[in-house]
């Protein structure tokens, strides 16, 4: 048995539920590796999935490519890169209250927005609200990342980015109409979120872990995409305490929507990628010599 590790990058949710079944059901067990998924309420996410992986404390993270693109141009760069993507689809989207006059991104100009802090993400909300003719004039403000969805529900701030298949749910659920701005619809191509990534030298030092590891997980996920009601199941034993009572099946059944196919799974393009890359230099927010190529492999996916 080859031991991994894997940071998530939130609490448990339906976005990690391949992990989950894999685990629950022995998948990883008959593909010979143990795995420990780590939660970042652990440490109150003191430390990111991405930062984790470069200080050796776990083998793969799960993060948005951004991670990927951030910490191969760093100063001291480190050779993190994506290997596969859960979704083929983006389910994340910029989210307000209804009923605060707010219609599209325009409205967004001299609001207060809830960051994550990541890398592009200010500039992206602000690029948003200025392609829907705004002046992108908005105030972000840093909580700490496990509470920020709590930041809309008392209405301490307008806006915030969220998992359309989780915090839309728990919203619909609280009879809490959302207004949904997706960046595709804004001009601003968005690339793959969340991959799994590791550094390339756990990818040739532990190739055939990996390869065993991502099988293991697509078979979970496709088990919840067909057994969505047992997934849930398994699921509400892991959920935080707040979030036991939310219509977790639903949530499964939007998230294995957007798996794709069971044979292209994880598979990354490089076309989309490299159109987001683009875009980052056409906005001057990034400066750099990256091709698509080098975020990803999609090697590891291949049995």
């Given at each position: 048995m080859t031991s991994l590790k894997i940071a998530l990058d939130w609490t448990p949710n339906a976005n990690h539920i391949g992990f989950f079944i894999a685990q629950e059901l022995g998948y990883y067990t008959k593909e010979e590796v143990a795995v420990e998924i780590i939660d970042p309420s652990q440490d109150n996410y003191q430390l990111t999935p991405a930062k984790k992986v470069e200080l050796g404390q776990v083998d793969m993270a799960l993060c948005p490519l951004e991670s990927v693109m951030s910490y191969q141009t760093k100063s001291k760069a480190f050779d993190l890169v994506a290997i596969a993507a859960l979704f083929q689809e983006d389910l994340s989207a910029i989210a307000c209250k209804s009923g605060i006059g707010i219609s599209s991104p325009k409205d967004l100009d001299h609001t207060t927005y809830a960051s994550y802090k990541a890398r592009y993400e200010d500039a992206i909300v602000k690029q948003m609200i200025k392609n829907d003719g705004g002046k992108g004039i908005?105030?972000?403000?840093?909580?700490?990342?496990?509470?920020i969805?709590?930041?809309?529900?008392?209405?301490?701030?307008?806006?915030?980015?969220?998992?359309?298949?989780w915090e839309g749910v728990q919203a619909a659920q609280q009879n809490t109409e959302l207004i949904l701005f997706q960046l595709k619809d804004y001009g601003i191509p968005y690339s793959y979120s969340p991959v799994i990534s590791c550094s390339e030298h756990t990818v040739s030092n532990k190739e055939v872990a990996l390869k065993s590891f991502l099988n293991a997980t697509k078979k979970g996920f496709f088990y919840?995409?067909?057994?969505?009601?047992?997934?849930?199941?398994?699921?509400?034993?892991?959920?935080p305490e707040k979030d036991k009572n939310m219509d977790l099946q639903k949530s499964i059944i939007l998230t294995c929507s957007v798996l794709g196919d069971k044979q292209h799974w994880g598979q990354m393009n490089s076309d989309g990628i490299h159109n987001f890359l683009t875009w980052l230099q056409d906005q001057k927010l990034e400066n750099h010599n990256l091709k698509a190529t080098s975020l990803f492999t999609n090697i590891l996916l291949s049995r």
């Amino acid at each position: 048995m080859t031991s991994l590790k894997i940071a998530l990058d939130w609490t448990p949710n339906a976005n990690h539920i391949g992990f989950f079944i894999a685990q629950e059901l022995g998948y990883y067990t008959k593909e010979e590796v143990a795995v420990e998924i780590i939660d970042p309420s652990q440490d109150n996410y003191q430390l990111t999935p991405a930062k984790k992986v470069e200080l050796g404390q776990v083998d793969m993270a799960l993060c948005p490519l951004e991670s990927v693109m951030s910490y191969q141009t760093k100063s001291k760069a480190f050779d993190l890169v994506a290997i596969a993507a859960l979704f083929q689809e983006d389910l994340s989207a910029i989210a307000c209250k209804s009923g605060i006059g707010i219609s599209s991104p325009k409205d967004l100009d001299h609001t207060t927005y809830a960051s994550y802090k990541a890398r592009y993400e200010d500039a992206i909300v602000k690029q948003m609200i200025k392609n829907d003719g705004g002046k992108g004039i908005i105030e972000c403000v840093y909580p700490d990342k496990l509470g920020i969805w709590e930041t809309i529900e008392k209405d301490q701030v307008q806006a915030t980015w969220i998992f359309t298949n989780w915090e839309g749910v728990q919203a619909a659920q609280q009879n809490t109409e959302l207004i949904l701005f997706q960046l595709k619809d804004y001009g601003i191509p968005y690339s793959y979120s969340p991959v799994i990534s590791c550094s390339e030298h756990t990818v040739s030092n532990k190739e055939v872990a990996l390869k065993s590891f991502l099988n293991a997980t697509k078979k979970g996920f496709f088990y919840a995409q067909e057994h969505p009601e047992k997934a849930a199941e398994i699921l509400k034993a892991l959920v935080p305490e707040k979030d036991k009572n939310m219509d977790l099946q639903k949530s499964i059944i939007l998230t294995c929507s957007v798996l794709g196919d069971k044979q292209h799974w994880g598979q990354m393009n490089s076309d989309g990628i490299h159109n987001f890359l683009t875009w980052l230099q056409d906005q001057k927010l990034e400066n750099h010599n990256l091709k698509a190529t080098s975020l990803f492999t999609n090697i590891l996916l291949s049995r």
